[in-house]
């Protein structure tokens, strides 16, 4: 197998830290030929569907990938911008904004990339990125609060077989989860309270977390206990009371039944019972998509108000807000401690002067 090489390593170059921030990814247009082949990756990530291979094959691409992606293009169209999928430009900002954030709190050079699990930029091209800038060590970042199999867990299998290819592996670390991390709630609970300050306070929040299939969580999968602590965690940080919120999951494919209750269900059962409004959140989205802009903005909107409802309003993503830069720089800076100085946030200009006077000594002595 060929390995890729560093020959042309200069011995000399300095190192550097690495952060990969990694999403999900998202079809390069809102075409129904791009669409297609963005969910047939997708797709056939046998950690996301865990049917039994020949089948599910048959189906996708018998029947699947035949129909949806002409459906999906539709909505992908109705949240394009000029600048292109709402997920990969909001990412893109983070990425950027988080280099700003790590240069000015780290004392030694850091390097940031973006690596999609599906689509592009894939995680092949930001790792080779971060190879590039001669990072030896290297931080994983899925910006996925909540661990799943099918997203987080994924996410490594990625980078694994990536790097099954490499000659000299860079060290490596890769952050599980934070669902429960005292930041990411305070995130959270500052960008209701601010659109409580301009909008007002709805009858109930609902805290709409993207859906996985019943089974995996009865087979292992800790998604579900996670999204309920964020939950818990935020409605006590608002100081909500039971009957003021609740939890759901969207976004469900398929025949089987997945985590309930369902958004959509919640919804048209709050319109038909008299709530008059409510305010949707979706905690488990690092930035807006067409999850949360097509389905929970517009879809789920015209659901509530069917049903009975008379005010719906969606608070976005914490996107690349202060609070949430804040939160994904002070992860980085956590999960890489105990790497060398550079890495650390105590790596001053003097204590990387004082390392390069001293390895110059010794370069000198060694002559
Ligand atoms: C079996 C199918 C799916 C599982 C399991 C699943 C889990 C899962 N997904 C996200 C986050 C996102 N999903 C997005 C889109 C999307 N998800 C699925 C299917 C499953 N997701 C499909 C087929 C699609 C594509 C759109 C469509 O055709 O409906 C997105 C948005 C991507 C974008 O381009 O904007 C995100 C983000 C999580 C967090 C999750 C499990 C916890
Ligand atoms: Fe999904
Ligand atoms: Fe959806």
């Not at 709402?86 to 850091?110: E, K, M, N, Y």
């Not at 087979?219 to 309920?228: K, N, S, T, V």
Request: glycine content about 6%; aromatic content about 8%; charged content about 20%.
């Amino acid at each position: 197998m060929p390995f890729v090489n560093t020959p042309d390593y200069p011995h000399a170059s300095p190192e550097c830290l690495g952060v990969l921030l990694v999403n999900l990814g998202t079809p390069d247009s809102p075409s129904v030929p791009d669409v297609r082949r963005y969910l047939a990756e997708f797709l056939s990530d046998r950690r996301v569907v865990e049917m039994a291979r020949v089948p599910w094959m048959l189906l996708l691409y018998g029947i699947i990938l035949r129909t949806r992606p002409k459906r999906s293009a539709h909505a992908y169209q109705s949240i394009w911008t000029p600048d292109g999928s709402p997920l990969l430009t909001i990412s893109r900002r983070q990425a950027a904004a988080l280099q700003t954030q790590l240069d000015a709190r780290l004392g030694g050079p850091v390097k940031v990339a973006l690596g999609m699990r599906y689509g592009q930029p894939s995680i092949a091209a930001g790792l080779a990125e971060l190879r590039a800038a001669n990072a030896r060590r290297v931080l994983i970042l899925p910006l996925y609060p909540q661990y799943s199999a099918t997203t987080v867990g994924t996410v490594f299998d990625a980078v694994a077989h990536e790097l099954m290819r490499w000659r000299w592996l860079p060290e490596l670390r890769f952050v599980n989860q934070y669902h429960d991390e005292p930041a990411y709630i305070a995130a959270l609970a500052a960008s209701v309270r601010a659109h409580w300050a301009e909008h007002g306070q709805a009858e109930r929040l609902l805290l709409s977390f993207h859906g996985l299939p019943q089974a995996y969580f009865e087979q292992g999968d800790p998604y579900f206990c996670h999204c309920q602590k964020t939950a818990r965690l935020l409605a006590e940080a608002l100081e909500l009371p039971a009957e003021r919120w609740g939890l759901s999951f969207q976004s469900r494919l398929g025949k089987q039944a997945w985590l309930k209750p369902y958004t959509d269900a919640t919804l048209e059962n709050w319109g038909r019972t008299g709530v008059k409004s409510v305010q949707v959140l979706s905690p488990g989205f690092a930035a807006d998509c067409l999850e949360t802009l097509e389905e929970i903005a517009v879809e789920n909107r015209e659901l509530f108000l069917a049903a009975g409802g008379t005010a719906y309003e969606y608070i976005p993503c914490l996107n690349d807000t202060a609070e949430h830069l804040a939160l994904i720089t002070d992860l980085v800076i956590r999960h890489s401690s105990g790497w060398p100085e550079i890495a650390h946030p105590a790596a001053t200009a003097e204590v990387l002067a004082e390392r390069q006077r001293r390895a110059q000594a010794l370069d000198a002595r060694s002559r």
